[in-house]
């Protein structure tokens, strides 16, 4: 004759506190304080107080937990199903104890299914006690984890003893919690390359969501005031090794990163400036500052996997930063950096990076911007310096250049526009101008390059706060004297 099993069951899990949608009989809910037992878990005492004040222990009456019970191979189905997901509504496992209206009918079946338990022959045995070893079998299986590390957590406990309720509490918290850490990446070497630039492995490669901007700068916190510039970019041919732009190290220093916030490492900062060649003019307002392969320093755009396919001359570093034998100085991102330009007995001045021009016409020379309204005097000679590059050649004489000149302007939509040069400028000088379209009344718009978006001597503006009215013409102007537009307009049909 079949027996059955109370279902008063107070070792059920709480389907909120796991999130598996399984069916649980009444009973009992109070909180860890209001068990008066709790404290007969002993060691254990923590991880059955945890899951009681997560509902997924749930007392015998109000105020019994009896952690020092011995727990059922019923209850421990529930507990694996429960705790590790197992899926519920699997065809039967037929047992001639176990029946459709069981309690746990549908626990026993989820167990068996995932294989994570087995049957006496044609018997479940679900009053029968489990064992230390058969509990270590089961969270093995659920959890995915050794059975060696298991039998060390409950450190000297007799395999053949029935194992307690507080010891299958413990054994499935910390399961869960080293599975949780194993899967955690870590941070496993931090190399300062250059004074602005480290390259730093991990584990296992970091997900897409991780190197976004925002993403990255929460999770790469260094002390002593460095912070991170751009996101991480994975370096071609190499697992999980990234570079890592940073503001600029200061010499004598010992940083600490926090990843994910938690310490990941120190590094000694690397006083090592970048070797860069020269520097020139390229608009009115605008200089460059170049590097070369030829002298060991490469852009990382080359070395990343990012910008394998679109780079001229993209190649993988080796973990010794060399290529055919030739080792290589990193110039990571320039986002966020300056330099100082100073004119022959005048003023230093900050000019900052101008966006997406490190090496977009295939030379690694990054464009940087005087502030707005400056420009740069005809005839004089200006030194370029910078506290993260050292440039051997880093003086020029400015000369008159001459403005871009718009040629033709259309309307793609209401928002955008197409912009058009007479000539190619075979770089991004559009990054960061600005145009006005004035209407017949007076009314006054302003569009923004997209950054990125040019092809040849056409690139795209956007209206961001205002749209084009169909069948009206705007006289087109440059936002300041970056460009001439002698007569252009413009029409949204």
């Known amino acids: 004759m079949k027996r059955k099993t109370s279902n008063t069951f107070a070792g059920l899990l709480a389907v909120a506190a796991i999130g598996t949608s399984v069916i649980i009989p009444a009973q009992t809910v109070g909180a860890a304080e209001s068990f008066a037992d709790i404290s007969k878990a002993g060691s254990y005492q923590a991880a059955v107080k945890k899951l009681a004040e997560q509902k997924v222990f749930v007392g015998y009456g109000a105020d019994l937990l009896k952690p020092q019970q011995a727990i059922t191979r019923a209850e421990l189905a529930k507990l694996a199903t429960a705790a590790f997901g197992l899926p519920t509504g699997q065809q039967s496992a037929a047992f001639s104890d176990v029946e459709r209206d069981d309690w746990f009918y549908p626990y026993v079946t989820a167990a068996v299914s995932a294989g994570v338990m087995a049957g006496d022959g044609a018997e479940f045995l679900p009053d029968q006690p489990v064992a230390v070893s058969e509990?270590?079998?089961?969270?093995?299986?659920?959890?995915?984890?050794?059975?060696?590390?298991?039998?060390?957590?409950?450190?000297?406990?007799?395999?053949?003893?029935?194992?307690?309720?507080?010891?299958?509490?413990?054994?499935?918290?910390?399961?869960?919690?080293?599975?949780?850490?194993?899967?955690?990446?870590?941070?496993?070497?931090?190399?300062?390359?250059?004074?602005?630039?480290?390259?730093?492995?991990?584990?296992?490669?970091?997900?897409?969501?991780?190197?976004?901007l925002d993403a990255a700068k929460q999770n790469f916190v260094f002390d002593n005031g460095l912070s991170i510039r751009n996101v991480p970019q994975l370096m071609t041919g190499l697992e999980a090794t990234y570079i890592v732009p940073t503001t600029v190290q200061k010499e004598g220093t010992t940083y600490t990163l926090t990843y994910k916030g938690k310490q990941a490492g120190t590094f000694e900062a690397n006083p090592e400036k970048l070797a860069l060649r020269s520097t020139q003019q390229v608009a009115s307002d605008t200089f460059e500052v170049e590097s070369s392969l030829e002298d060991g320093v490469t852009d990382y755009g080359n070395v990343i996997v990012a910008y394998r396919n679109s780079r001229p001359n993209p190649f993988a570093l080796d973990e010794n930063n060399q290529y055919e034998g030739k080792t290589y100085e990193i110039l990571s991102s320039m986002r966020d950096i300056s330099v100082t330009i100073t004119?022959?007995?005048?003023?230093?001045?900050?000019?900052?990076?101008?966006?997406?021009?490190?090496?977009?016409?295939?030379?690694?020379?990054?464009?940087?911007?005087?502030?707005?309204?400056?420009?740069?005097?005809?005839?004089?000679?200006?030194?370029?310096?910078?506290?993260?590059?050292?440039?051997?050649?880093?003086?020029?004489?400015?000369?008159?250049?001459?403005?871009?000149?718009?040629?033709?302007?259309?309307?793609?939509?209401?928002?955008?526009?197409?912009?058009?040069?007479?000539?190619?400028?075979?770089?991004?000088?559009?990054?960061?101008?600005?145009?006005?379209?004035?209407?017949?009344?007076?009314?006054?718009?302003?569009?923004?390059?997209?950054?990125?978006?040019?092809?040849?001597?056409?690139?795209?503006?956007?209206?961001?706060?205002?749209?084009?009215?169909?069948?009206?013409?705007?006289?087109?102007?440059?936002?300041?004297?970056?460009?001439?537009?002698?007569?252009?307009?413009?029409?949204?049909?």
């Open 135 to 212: 509990l270590v079998h089961v969270v093995a299986k659920a959890n995915n984890t050794e059975r060696a590390a298991l039998e060390k957590m409950l450190g000297n406990a007799n395999a053949q003893a029935p194992a307690t309720r507080a010891e299958a509490a413990y054994l499935m918290v910390e399961a869960k919690r080293a599975n949780q850490q194993e899967s955690e990446n870590k941070v496993t070497s931090i190399e300062a390359q250059n004074v602005i630039t480290l390259v730093v492995k991990f584990a296992k490669p970091l997900p897409k969501e991780e190197v976004e």
């Open 343 to 493: 004119p022959e007995g005048g003023e230093p001045i900050r000019a900052g990076y101008v966006p997406f021009t490190q090496a977009t016409d295939g030379r690694q020379a990054p464009k940087f911007r005087l502030p707005d309204g400056q420009k740069l005097k005809p005839g004089t000679t200006y030194t370029v310096t910078a506290d993260w590059a050292a440039i051997k050649k880093n003086t020029f004489v400015a000369s008159e250049k001459a403005p871009l000149t718009i040629q033709e302007v259309k309307a793609a939509d209401e928002k955008t526009l197409a912009v058009t040069l007479a000539e190619d400028p075979k770089d991004e000088l559009f990054a960061l101008r600005s145009i006005t379209l004035t209407a017949p009344d007076g009314t006054k718009l302003t569009a923004d390059y997209k950054l990125t978006s040019r092809k040849g001597a056409t690139g795209t503006f956007e209206l961001k706060d205002a749209a084009l009215e169909a069948g009206t013409t705007y006289k087109v102007a440059p936002l300041g004297d970056w460009a001439v537009a002698d007569g252009v307009s413009v029409t949204l049909n």
